[in-house]
């Protein structure tokens, strides 16, 4: 079996494995990247480019007022307390440094959104593909070096207990990849596992699949292997928001029920509160005939449509034909397969409930998380976009500390194996705020590259 020995090897080219790589390469360590796939970029560059920073340039520009303490209060809220707190403060810790390490990359945030779990607009969206070229050609720059087609299989342990090495599977057969300041295993989560999912969160089978192709919780069993702990395991859950007919072509996912929409099932009855975070949506959506939810709206809440940004860009959506348009609610109501009589009474009584006549029936009283006022749906023409919960990432799996390094069942770290990124649990909790993933991916990728570095020499010695 041919070896070859490096400082760092990064498993995963994702956001949180490219970040490491590029870090690490900038600070001077020998540095491989390998990818399972023949493609870089994991379920990141399937995303929809939202990085969650606070106190940024973007901010202060469009007068928004955010906070470190704000932005903490928002995660611990969104994981329903179930967060690492540890790890939520380290994130706040560095999210400065990190924002200003990606824009001095040539990272370009386009624009500024408020989405599921924030108080403040705090979503910077970039175009994904664009940041994982930009850092990969500065790793390459650096003296990087990447590697395709190459499958991790096995950690190698040696009798110190530390973890020194990887096997990989390439084209060529089995190779070992030696490492001497440590394995970083940055390789996504289990979307794509189907036995993953029996195990762990059966019910969300039923979701869409999604995320990275390489997605099968390769990371997870190798380091569960070795005996590593993990977390939110019980939390696993998919996306509310997207056509049935969503392909990997794009990230097709719609949140009008954060600018305004209301969301029904085929009874045209509400069942949700269309402000809770769109894992919680998810979740709910599932229990529901056939899956589906009807994000319903008026033409003011279309007029928020953003073009060209994930998520609010309802003028796509209705180019290629995924949004359902009437001049009256029974006219869309048969249009898109929803009951007339439900779907009426609905409307009737949310638009009484925004008038204060009467209380919201599922308790709403915002458009997103404590933000923004309600908006009667009044105004023709109205629109209907059938959507699914979309299994586009798992959110749990190895527990880190704050120094990115995999602990065991026990809490003791596992020497010289570090995780980032969806293959790591602990950090989300019970739901997930919008841009908090890319964004730990980022961060944490900076962390392992900087601790790594700082202990190369003790390693070496």
């Known amino acids: 079996m041919p070896e070859y020995s490096f400082d760092l090897v990064v498993i995963g080219s994702g956001i949180a494995g490219q970040a490491a790589a590029t870090a690490a390469a900038e600070a001077g360590l020998s540095v491989v990247l390998l990818e399972k796939t023949e493609k870089l970029g994991g379920s990141t560059a399937m995303s929809g480019g939202f990085f969650a920073f606070s106190g940024t340039d973007e901010q202060a520009a469009e007068s928004v007022r955010d906070s470190a303490e704000l932005f903490l209060n928002d995660m611990v809220t969104a994981g329903g307390g179930a967060s690492d707190h540890a790890l939520l403060e380290t994130y706040l810790e560095h999210q400065t440094e990190t924002y200003h390490w990606l824009k001095n990359?040539?990272?370009?945030?386009?624009?500024l959104?408020?989405?599921s779990g924030q108080s403040a607009?705090?979503?910077?969206?970039?175009v994904i593909t664009e940041v994982?070229?930009?850092?990969h050609r500065n790793f390459t720059s650096q003296g990087g070096e990447t590697r395709l087609n190459h499958r991790a299989t096995r950690l190698v342990r040696e009798d110190s207990g530390r973890v020194t090495a990887v096997v990989v599977q390439s084209p060529e057969g089995e190779a070992l990849f030696r490492s001497r300041a440590g394995i970083v295993l940055a390789t996504g989560g289990f979307s794509r596992?189907?036995?993953l999912l029996r195990t762990f969160a059966p019910e969300q089978l039923a979701a869409i699949p999604y995320g990275g192709k390489g997605n099968t919780g390769d990371g997870l069993k190798m380091a569960w292997k070795l005996g590593a702990g993990m977390a939110d395991m019980a939390y696993v859950t998919a996306t509310y928001g997207s056509h049935p007919d969503t392909g990997e072509e794009f990230h097709e996912l719609l949140t009008a029920y954060y600018l305004g929409a209301i969301v029904v099932n085929t009874a045209g009855r509400r069942f949700?509160?269309?402000s809770q975070s769109y894992k919680v949506l998810g979740r709910e959506v599932l229990k529901q005939a056939e899956g589906l939810g009807f994000q319903i709206f008026d033409a003011k809440v279309r007029a928020k449509s953003h073009p060209g940004i994930p998520l609010n860009d309802i003028d796509m959506l209705e180019d290629i034909g995924h949004v359902y348009k009437a001049d009256s609610l029974e006219e869309l109501a048969e249009a898109a397969g929803i009951d007339a009589a439900g779907l009426l009474q609905t409307v009737s009584r949310y638009n009484a409930s925004v008038a204060g006549e009467q209380t919201d029936e599922v308790g709403r009283t915002n458009l997103c998380?404590?933000?923004g006022d309600l908006l009667p749906l009044d105004q023709a023409p109205f629109y209907a976009y059938p959507a699914k919960s979309l299994m586009t990432t798992t959110y749990c799996g190895l527990t880190i500390n704050t120094d990115a390094q995999v602990t065991d069942i026990d809490g003791d770290v596992i020497d010289g194996l570090y995780a980032i990124g969806e293959v790591t649990g602990g950090f989300h909790g019970a739901a997930y705020m919008t841009g908090t993933s890319l964004g730990k991916g980022a961060v944490f990728g900076r962390v392992v590259a900087q601790h790594a570095s700082a202990n190369l020499p003790l390693v070496r010695a």
């Open 121 to 126: 607009p705090r979503s910077h969206n970039s």
């Open 113 to 115: 959104e408020i989405s």
């Open 105 to 111: 990359q040539g990272v370009v945030f386009r624009a």
């Open 272 to 274: 949700m509160d269309e």
């Open 193 to 195: 596992s189907t036995d």
């Open 132 to 135: 994982l070229g930009i850092l």
């Open 369 to 371: 998380n404590g933000v």
